[in-house]
């Protein structure tokens, strides 16, 4: 592979005990995580849930109060940003407003250059070895701008660019440095969502070929589902969960993780409702959700939209729960049905074929299965105190 060299200097990441407090509030509170060389790890969470600070942490650009930080074998606390060998890529990136993208390109590149040169010589007095690699700066740069498709804009200065754009020329200054360890902090929240879509593949594309660890902010969690080789989902400072896309899909830990990996919706009703609403009668088998009896279970059930199906009233071969019908909602081929169970008045969200919206008039009475397997019990969740 093309970016088997590059891989090789990839260094992992250990994050280890890392606590940074800003008052009274713990930003990071004994977080650790560990990447291996060449890992895309994406780290999501609520606003304000330390994401920004730990990637600042990790650069540089913030003190930590206690834990350690190996970058490689390199324990980096107390080194300076520019020590670290690290590329880091805000929301809002700064570009040189006075050059052109082409020289904000090479700028990085130049800069090794010149910082190893000790001086900056005119281009006559070059030697035979530094035109080379002079050549060399401008073959890599033309590379990076093609793969981010910004070659027509080359010659323009960024106050000449859309947004976008300049996201894209600012992600190009990072890799053209192919960073050992790349750190991006929301880099595609200024795209529309088309170029967004686009951008984030040639990222993933990219950071395959160069081969930089690399951990990227973000909370789309859509988004991290996409590129990640694996997750870290962050609460109030704390890590919940590490894991593959897959594994948090599929196994969420908590209630939290659960609901932050089923936006818009995850579906949840109380533990006991459910057993006694599918457990009426005698000849009703005892339910079961991935193996476990609900008969006994307190605890909130959960489950998203996608594995709930709505049945006629009369439909009573198989136990559902009763609901009501409140109102449907388009979404491209499918709809959203939203209901509320009789017994509680819970509500809860359907996801229907869009062509079967008019069989579900507001007001219409259903029942309302969902897939035990695809369902978790979790402890009712600490009472929200904003609630
Ligand atoms: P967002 O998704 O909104 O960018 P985030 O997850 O990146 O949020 P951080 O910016 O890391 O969150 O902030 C974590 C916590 O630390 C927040 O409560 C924030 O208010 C607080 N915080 C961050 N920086 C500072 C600072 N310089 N001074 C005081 N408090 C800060």
Known sequence: RAGDAVADRAAALSIRGVTRRFGDVAALDDVSIDL??????????????????????????????????????????????SEREVAFVFQSYALYP??????????????????????????????????????????????IAAQLQIETLLDRRPLQLSGGQRQRVALGRALIREPKLFLLDEP???????????????LHALQRRVGATTLFVTHDQAEAMAISDRIAVMFAGRVRQVGTPDELYRNPVDLDVARFLSQPWLNRIDAATVARRLERGPARPVARIRGEAL??????????PEHATVHPEEDRATPGLRVEVERAEHAGSDANLFVRLRDDGTPCVVRIASEGIDDWPPGRPALMRFDMDAAWVFPHPDPDPDA
Request: glycine share 10%; with cysteine; aromatic share 2%.
């Open 36 to 81: 291996e060389p060449g890992e895309f790890m994406s780290i999501i969470g609520p606003s304000g849930c330390g994401k920004s600070t730990l990637l600042r942490s990790i650069a540089g650009l913030e003190e930590i109060d206690a834990g350690h930080i190996l970058i490689g074998d390199r324990d980096v606390r107390g080194l300076r940003p």
């Open 98 to 143: 006075h050059m052109t993208c082409r020289q904000n390109l090479a700028a990085p590149l130049m800069m090794q250059e010149l910082s190893a040169l000790g001086r900056a010589p005119g281009l006559h007095r070059l030697s035979p070895r530094a035109r080379r690699r002079r050549a060399d700066i401008a073959r890599r740069v033309d590379r």
């Open 295 to 304: 008969r006994d279970a307190t605890g909130v059930v959960a489950f998203r």
């Open 188 to 202: 595609l929240a200024n795209l529309d969502a088309a170029l967004r879509n686009t951008t984030r593949a040639e």
